[in-house]
């Protein structure tokens, strides 16, 4: 009975001495879960805590990611976060406090990739996926939104390209300015990208340079050249010389349109319009590199593309005018498909151009240009896809479309 009751008075004992322990414990746990920091900032990842003037970085949990050490902390880009460490700065990983760059340089840029700019005084340098691709040498970087793989750079005031393939100049640093265009082929309504070129300058003159391959060509001196717009730029090139307008290939620098004339417009289309003093012409470029121009003998050319489905292709036609005559150019073909001998056109519908002239319509094929009704009636109504109402005197016939 005695034993009994000594070995029951040891249980209790210690089942309190555990409790202890355990509540203890917990009184522990509990005590560095509220562990409480002069300043929080919940971040993406973590949350930055401040201490006696001092930085660091504690998880979701509150377990301390790095030492309360750094004179600095800013939430960078993705997983960086930016530290300071006297008066330089680095970059740690936010979900482990890892150091990603090194607590040793001036200033930071980041980018939608992975890449960052450092600087050392003002010299900018690049880092890319941990690793130090370019030393801090240049004094700017611009990163393009034309083309992710080259970047615009500049020593002084020489400016150059780098490749993010290679992290070399392709371009040295050596112009007055460089522009990063992209090229485009069209075919038709299809636009693709054939390459990516540079305008550079130097000393006032501007030269083509393509850098789709990764190298370069040289390219003949010009005073100014025109290469569309900040969105869409043409594989050809309005180029200038002299005050004197051409066209240079932007894929091989060659002359396609030669510097002789005094206007050479973009266009939209492929297809070009050239001016010699106040008269047009028309230059169309085809796809096996013959280039078909005709006489400046137009006293104006339609901005306006009339485009119309010809079996799988889009047929581009343009408004000739000659003194007050209208006519038809096509610049697929390179010629006229209606003399400039009407005095009015209709936009082509259905494949059909309706002409009028001395107030008598008739109807034509916008294909080739043949006839498909009579020049006779007074008045036609709108163009439907098979047939067209006419009117001669006071009588209106339903006219069927024979070919188009």
């Not at 970087?141 to 793989?149: A, E, G, N």
Request: glycine residues 10%; proline residues 3%.
């Amino acid at each position: 009975m005695k034993m009994a009751c000594l070995f029951k008075m040891n249980r209790i004992k210690l089942l309190l001495y555990i409790a202890i322990l355990i509540s203890s414990s917990r009184a522990t746990s509990f005590s560095q879960e509220m562990k409480t920091y002069d300043t929080e900032k919940q971040g993406t990842y973590c949350t930055i805590v401040s201490e006696n003037g001092k930085y660091g970085l504690i998880d979701k949990k509150r377990k301390e990611i790095t030492k309360i050490i750094y004179e600095e902390i800013r939430e960078g880009e993705g997983i960086d976060y930016l530290v300071r460490v006297g008066d330089k700065w680095g970059t740690i990983d936010g979900r482990n406090g890892e150091q990603l760059i090194p607590t040793k340089y001036d200033g930071f840029k980041f980018t939608d990739g992975n890449e960052t700019f450092v600087s050392q005084g003002n010299k900018w340098g690049i880092w890319d996926n941990g690793k130090q691709v370019i030393a801090p040498q240049y004094d700017e970087i611009i990163w393009l939104d034309t083309h992710p793989d080259y970047w615009r750079c500049r020593i002084g005031e020489n400016w150059g390209i780098i490749s993010t393939r290679t992290w070399k100049e392709i371009i040295p640093c050596k112009y007055d300015w460089v522009e990063q265009t992209k090229l485009i082929r069209r075919v038709g309504f299809v636009s693709e990208v054939s390459s990516f070129g540079i305008i550079v300058k130097k000393s006032g003159s501007f030269y083509l340079l393509n850098i789709g391959d990764g190298k370069s060509f040289p390219s003949i001196a010009y005073d100014s050249v025109l290469f569309g717009n900040d969105l869409v730029q043409y594989t050809n090139i309005p180029a200038e010389r002299t005050s004197k307008w051409g066209l240079i290939s932007g894929l091989t620098g060659k002359i396609l349109i030669p510097i002789e004339y005094d206007a050479v417009p973009i266009e939209d289309d492929g297809n070009y319009r050239i001016r010699k003093g106040d008269k047009w012409g028309f230059a169309s470029l085809f796809p096996d590199g013959r280039t078909a121009i005709s006489k400046n003998i137009y006293d104006e050319i339609s901005t306006d593309v009339f485009h119309f489905p010809n079996s799988w292709n889009q047929t581009q036609l343009r408004g000739v005018r000659i003194g007050m005559k209208w006519g038809v150019y096509d610049p697929q073909i390179g010629k006229e498909i209606l003399p400039a001998i009407f005095d009015q056109l209709s936009i082509p519908k259905h494949g059909v151009i309706a002409t009028r002239s001395s107030n008598l319509w008739g109807l034509w094929s916008a294909s080739d240009g043949k006839q498909m009704v009579p020049v006779k009636y007074e008045e036609i109504g709108e163009l439907e896809e098979t047939f067209v109402h006419v009117r001669i005197g006071d009588k209106w016939i339903n006219y069927k479309y024979e070919n188009r």
